[in-house]
């Protein structure tokens, strides 16, 4: 304290001085956040530089130390170390005492070394061994967890589910309900989008009239569906998994467990039945949307009139295409709140883990709905539908 | 404690304030939690932050770092008001501060090395090969030498609470933090906690401000003591713990320190 007045101007400085094989290095000025340690010249000393005999021991002189902090501490754990390589005895007691009670905490505890990591990149074949194995778990885990819903969804046949009622409502307005914005604007959008790619190529034939029928029956039979599909997977997918993967950090799903409450009747079951429930109304209105998006650009861009366009457009779209389209829709529910449900409950028990279930959830859900659309596409078209 | 030889580096232990309470009401809206709250610490103080579940002992470390602002009265760290400072100079307080929150407050997707380094990185402009021996070093510190590529969840609790030890170290704080450290921990864990927590306190000159119920801790490493009451919404008492368990005439003061005859450990109120 009242040697502040002595206080290095530029910050740190390190003198050395060589007395009799005991190099001593005098600790001058304010040695604080000091960048490059002067390590390099300790070590030129050590070895015996310009003609002078090697040191064979090293002491510390502090008492022209203004100040210091933990770069004065990682300089003197370099020079320990050194002289440990070199087998240099090292005197400490001149060191400030706070830094030499902080340096025997830091040597208190041996290095855990049983605790050794493997390197950050294993070679490229244990990798692809990993990557290979934990697929297959992954696989066996998504088996388990749909076989496990469709009990769950038995039991529920049977009325001896368990799950609160009120839990149900709340979901069918998120998923539903809350949906329907975001649902319009991009159902409009693609109905709009269609209208405008088959018009350019009708008006060379001069059948723009067409052009309700394009609409009419790609948004009943698989887009109105597919697009809401993909909507809910981004966002009531990721909320699913989300939610879950919380609740599994937070151990709120290990209480559940323990006091004999199935996590899957209560908190798996009613996402999947609300979304299955909401996804047929959500494809419904988002065909009528679409279809409205198509009418729009006929009547404004294709001097269709309002009436030959729905005409047209009730001609072309039959019972059948709108049936099985609202079924695709309801599929699509379940396959995305299973995704997102599966996901959450086999996420790791992280705020990371959250975020990976959460992108996963959404990957699942959409590689899953595209899938199943191409199935679905050539299971109508192999019974003639 | 470093008698004999002056040391420079150790700052006064002189009992000067570092962090001043004055009058300080907290608020949430219109439901007034503490109210006329004082009380400073002193350099070097192990300082606790003692009351009930409930009595707004969290709340009132928000309140001293900045995080919340009152509803009246202000925090002064070393003279200079936090409360209600702008941003840069709130900034700069909080540098000189080290932060362990409840659960370590560890982040999950960096290693531990990785943790520790952020702030130096962030704040310094040191080089990478510094702040590798820094992050070494205040791993070693806190008895995590050789994990510094473990994950946050590798670890137990015990752990995980030196690794953000070792992170609230990084930048030299001349002010240590503490949201309950030992909570969850087992009785040797939280010893030896405590007296890493004064060994640091010891050889850094650091101030340490605790929020805890522990009383093992209080009574073990506390040099003062704030005594917060759900009850009367303001400060019960201060003082020394080990002074106020035996002197106090205050019964709800007493039943906490003594952790009552037949109530339970916070039922104070």
Partial sequence: MARTERTAPGGARLELDLRDGTLLLHLVGEWRRVGPSPIREVERRLAGAEGAPPASCVAFDASALAGWDSTLLTFVRDVLDRCAERDVAVEKSGLPGGARRLLDLAESVPEQRDAGRAPRSPPIVDRIGEITIETGRSAAEGIEFVGSATLAFGRLLGGRARFRGSDLVLLVQQTGAEALPIVTLVSFLLGLILAFVGAVQLERFGATIYVADLVGIAMVRDMGALITGIVMAGRSGAAFAAQLASMKVTQEIDALATMGISPMEYLVLPRILALCAMMPILTLYSDLLGILGGLFIGTGLLDLSFTEYVQQTTDAVGVGDLVGGVLKGAAYGVLVAVAGCLRGMQAERSSAGVGKATTSAVVTGIVAIIAACGLFQFVFYVLEL | ?269
């Fill in chain 2, 1 to 269: 404690m470093t008698a004999g030889r002056e040391e420079p580096e150790v700052p006064d232990l002189d009992g000067r304030p570092h962090i001043e309470v004055r009058g300080l009401t907290m608020a949430y809206g219109d439901f007034v939690l503490m109210r006329d709250v004082s009380f400073t610490v002193r350099r070097g103080d192990i300082f606790f932050i003692i009351g009930g579940s409930g009595s707004g002992k969290s709340t009132l470390l928000r309140h001293m770092i900045g995080l919340a602002e009152p509803a009246a009265g202000e925090v002064r760290i070393g003279g200079e008001p936090i409360t209600g400072a702008p941003p840069d100079v709130k900034d700069r307080l909080l540098r000189r501060m080290g932060i362990l929150y409840q659960s370590g407050g560890l982040w999950s997707s960096m290693t531990l090395a990785e943790n520790v380094t952020v702030p130096l990185e962030e704040f310094t402009d040191l080089g990478r090969e510094e702040i590798r021996k820094l992050v070494s070093l205040k791993l070693a510190l806190v008895g995590l030498r050789g994990l510094e590529e473990h994950y946050p969840s590798e670890l137990s609790g015990g752990m995980q609470r030196r690794a953000g030890l070792a992170r609230a170290l990084a930048l030299d704080p001349e002010i240590l933090l503490f949201d309950e450290p030992s909570a969850g921990l087992d009785p040797i864990t939280s010893r030896r906690l405590d007296e890493l927590i004064r060994e640091l306190r010891d050889s850094l000159g650091a101030t340490v401000v605790i929020v805890s119920h522990e009383l093992p801790s209080i009574f073990g490493i506390g040099t003062n003591c704030v005594f917060l009451d759900a009850e009367s919404r303001t400060v019960r008492a201060t003082g020394h713990p080990a002074e106020l368990r035996d002197r106090t005439g205050d019964p709800v003061l007493r039943r906490f320190l003594t952790r009552g005859e037949d109530s339970m450990p916070e039922g104070c109120r």
